[in-house]
């Protein structure tokens, strides 16, 4: 057994005696909290949303404001905890409690809520959210909102042990994992369309895909939204299937601290640290968190590591100006995974002529040699923000983005084609030395509120700026084939090739205004209107073996309209019309010496949500249809030329609920049922080997995906501090495809290379206990319980193997 493994073992075999020990402790020191809830003229509010949390975050109890304003928390052990209360129209508030063995009763007073940068706010139970910005980016009800928003808390991400955002987004329905960044990236598709890994964090745009760098760093995510169908009108180019925003951790208002340790098998482990400090007065709050990640992986020679700093300050002097500044330094090293390659079978088929399968080997294989495909990583941003309020309930938010990151690859192999009949795998290799992306962004928005005789509106209007530049050197090489049954590595590789080296720069300047406003009706209408104007350059130059282009995009409007009637309290229905602009084919000439016109979407959509159990419990259904145009295809007159004539369709229907049944029992659950086809292309395969596409599904898209997570936690001593939980998620099998050609590389059709339906099985075990302000609990997770044999997504010419069985346990001090 390894050193670090009998240190772990010996860690865990001396903290669960001091659990059981504890429990004894429980019957003792317990108290009552009461209070009263009031707005600022005196007046009680009724039915008040009232949660009581620990400092680990974790919820003690919950109830709602009776008919007189009042409420009461029965049986709370001795220690510090947080009170939270929420009622619509009123801004949260949140109160350190101190109980001490007497019982502790409070005057609440909640103020008339404010339109400011928000987060999502969870319901009692901490599953559910009944709020976020993503959406609409103005603080408003979800139950109000004809968009399709869903949020993963920090809750669910801290049951789950969540390690990277795929893994937290996958919770959702309509979500997908791909593998654009071949392990590299966070690669997912929403609604049947590939994100090309692009996220944004706390509504910043940033593009994994183009500017490389590290995978989302979970340590400072607060929580996840995602945004269904097309975003453009408030986040400009990206895909019309949705997208993913990160709300990041803030500094808060109380002092705390916390040391959290996780094991896992190969060698995994990591470790992250957090410090709250408030200073002056609670006027300034610092916060710093620490990520330090050593891990290797059931795959051969896959071994990241990495070290990362998120410092963040926050200067409030006065109720007009807020200063937040946030900041990353990350370093360390990534990996390059290209899976485990095709082996095809011919068919009989006029397009379809053979189908592929990830080859019969151990999924631990790994076709690259030893010491390739590695890169040194450095990146590092700052954001500062500053939100001042002109009036009330209308403030002005300034934020601004600077990154930098450089990511050199000494040698990267990538698999060129399928394993032939013998075993062989072709490869081809690139030196990169230099690599580096700068990345500037400026975003400015005011949010606001005013009525129009009975009409109450939710205003916004803004500007957004970015710009990006890129550069790199490539030089090619060809390293020896390898027979994937009998692999020699290492073998000598020839200098690089004089006709494939060159430089590369390449960016893009994108900018754009939009409005919006959200009309709120007589009868409980809820009207959603908003536009876009579009500006952007995306631009690419070679040199050396390939022709330099530029590529000038056209200035699209993109609108928006929703309307949305809330029915009962519980229940709204809605429908809504949105339109998308996305990217040009860049490099494509179209006839006449023109660049193509950018994609574009339009989607329509209509939907059920509802709130249940004192909005404990949330659901939500949804029926969509999205349609993509300029989609480039070859000219059937000139195959040298590009034509935007393609189109592509997706429609579906999704299901998705969170929150709370019962006072101990939560869960997380979703479902989606999708057809993504490509609804036109032209068939240019005689003249340059391109065969169409038209009337096939979506390469490296599942039609279904499903998921279902639960945790019991007892309420009630002896077993409080207890947690029990699991769940089960899986996806349809996909397909990707490539070009079949014969020995004189003539196209012959389409090879389909396919991968399985999976269904995944995953167990949590937990227990926590707090000793005064000193809290510590320890969990187990069990990752793929039947160790299963599966493959996450499919790409063409390899597949990506998925993790066989895997015990991550965690320990935790907060204090």
Not at 549 to 561: K, S
Not at 581 to 586: E, H, I, K, Q, V
């Amino acid at each position: 057994m390894h050193i670090r493994h009998v240190r772990v073992f010996i860690s865990l075999l001396l903290l669960f005696p001091l659990q059981i020990l504890s429990v004894a402790r429980a019957q003792q020191d317990s108290t009552n909290i009461t209070g009263l809830i009031e707005d600022t003229t005196g007046s009680v509010i009724v039915g008040a949303k009232v949660a009581l949390h620990d400092l680990h975050g974790h919820l003690v109890a919950a109830v709602t404001a009776d008919s007189e304003g009042r409420f009461a928390l029965s049986r709370i052990s001795s220690g510090d905890y947080e009170l939270s209360v929420e009622s619509m129209g009123f801004e949260p508030l949140r109160r350190q409690v101190a109980v001490a063995g007497s019982t502790v009763d409070l005057i609440l007073t909640l103020h008339v809520a404010a339109v400011s940068q928000s987060i999502a706010v969870t319901a009692p139970g901490g599953y559910g959210a009944i709020s976020a910005e993503a959406g609409t980016k103005v603080d408003i009800p979800l139950m109000e909102t004809p968009i399709s928003v869903a949020v993963v808390p920090t809750k669910v991400m801290a049951d789950q042990q969540t390690v990277n955002l795929i893994s937290a987004i996958t919770n959702v329905s309509g979500v997908a994992p791909t593998n654009d960044l071949y392990g590299t990236g966070d690669s997912f598709s929403i609604r049947g369309f590939d994100a090309a890994s692009l996220i944004y964090v706390d509504n910043i745009r940033l593009d994994e895909y183009s500017d490389s760098g590290f995978a989302q760093d979970m340590a400072n995510v607060d929580s996840v939204e995602i945004v269904k169908g097309p975003a453009s009108v408030l986040y400009g180019q990206g895909e019309p299937g949705g997208l993913v925003n990160i709300v990041t951790k803030r500094p808060l208002a109380n002092r705390f601290g916390s040391l959290e340790q996780q094991y896992g098998n190969h060698s995994f482990y990591r470790t992250v640290v957090d410090i709250n400090q408030p200073l002056l007065n609670k006027q300034v709050m610092a916060r710093l968190i620490f990520d330090g990640l050593d891990a290797g992986s059931f795959r051969n020679f896959v071994h990241t590591n990495e070290g990362n700093f998120f410092p963040s300050l926050n200067w409030a002097p006065n109720g007009r100006l807020d200063i937040l500044l946030q900041g990353s330094l990350e370093r360390g090293s990534d990996y390059t995974d290209n899976g485990i390659p095709i082996v095809a079978t011919p068919v009989n088929g006029t397009r379809i002529v053979a189908t592929g399968a990830p080859a019969n080997v151990p999924l631990s294989s790994n076709y690259v040699d030893k010491g390739s495909n590695w890169s040194p990583v450095r990146q590092f941003d700052i954001r500062p923000t500053v939100t001042l309020h002109l009036a009330e309930n209308w403030p002005l938010r300034l934020m601004y983005k600077y990154s930098y990151i450089t990511e050199p690859t000494p040698l990267e192999e990538i698999s060129i084609g399928d394993v032939d009949s013998s075993g062989n795998l072709e490869r081809i290799g690139f030196l990169t030395d230099y690599f580096h992306h700068r990345t500037s962004q400026v975003l400015a928005e005011l949010p606001g509120k005013f009525s129009l005789g009975k009409i109450k509106n939710t205003f916004l209007v803004g500007f957004d700026f970015s710009k990006d530049f890129g550069a790199y050197d490539y030089n090619i090489v060809f390293p020896q084939n390898i027979n994937i049954y009998a692999p020699v590595y290492n073998q000598p590789i020839g200098p690089a090739d004089p006709a494939g080296q060159g430089f590369n720069t390449l960016g893009y300047i994108a900018y754009g205004g939009y409005i919006q406003d959200l009309a709120e009706l007589p009868g409980n209408l809820f009207l959603l209107g908003g536009a876009r104007m579009n500006w952007a350059e995306t631009w690419e130059d070679y040199a050396g073996s390939y022709v330099g282009t530029t590529d000038v995009h056209e200035r699209p409007t993109n609108p928006r309209a929703g309307l949305l009637w809330q029915s009962t309290p519980c229940v709204s229905f809605y429908g809504s019309y949105s339109s998308n602009y996305g990217d040009s084919a860049l490099g494509s000439n179209a006839p006449g010496q023109k660049f193509l016109p950018p994609q574009s979407a339009d989607q329509v959509e209509f939907g059920v949500k509802s709130e249940w159990l004192d909005k404990r419990l949330t659901a939500s259904t949804a029926i969509y249809r999205i349609i993509k145009h300029n989609v480039p295809a070859p000219d059937p007159s000139n195959p040298a030329l590009t034509i935007a004539i393609g189109t592509a369709r997706t429609q579906g229907i999704e299901f998705d609920v969170a929150g709370q049944m019962t006072n101990s029992l939560q869960l997380i659950a979703s479902f989606s049922n999708l057809q993504a086809v490509t609804t036109r292309d032209t068939d240019s395969l005689a003249t340059d080997g391109v065969p169409s596409l038209q009337g096939l599904p979506f390469p490296s898209v599942p039609h279904a995906v499903g998921s279902l997570w639960a945790t019991w936690e007892p309420q009630q001593s002896p077993l409080r501090g207890l947690r029990l939980g699991g769940g089960v998620n899986g996806h349809a099998g996909e397909q990707a495809y490539q070009t079949v050609y014969d020995v004189n590389f003539n196209p012959l059709g389409i090879e389909s290379d396919q991968i399985q339906s999976v269904q995944l099985v995953s167990l949590m075990g937990g227990y926590e206990r707090a000793w005064g302000k000193t809290h510590i609990s320890a969990q187990l997770n069990i990752q793929n319980l039947t160790n299963r044999h599966y493959f996450s997504n499919v790409n063409p010419g390899q597949a990506m193997p998925g993790a066989p069985l895997n015990l991550l346990p965690k320990v935790q001090i907060t204090f």
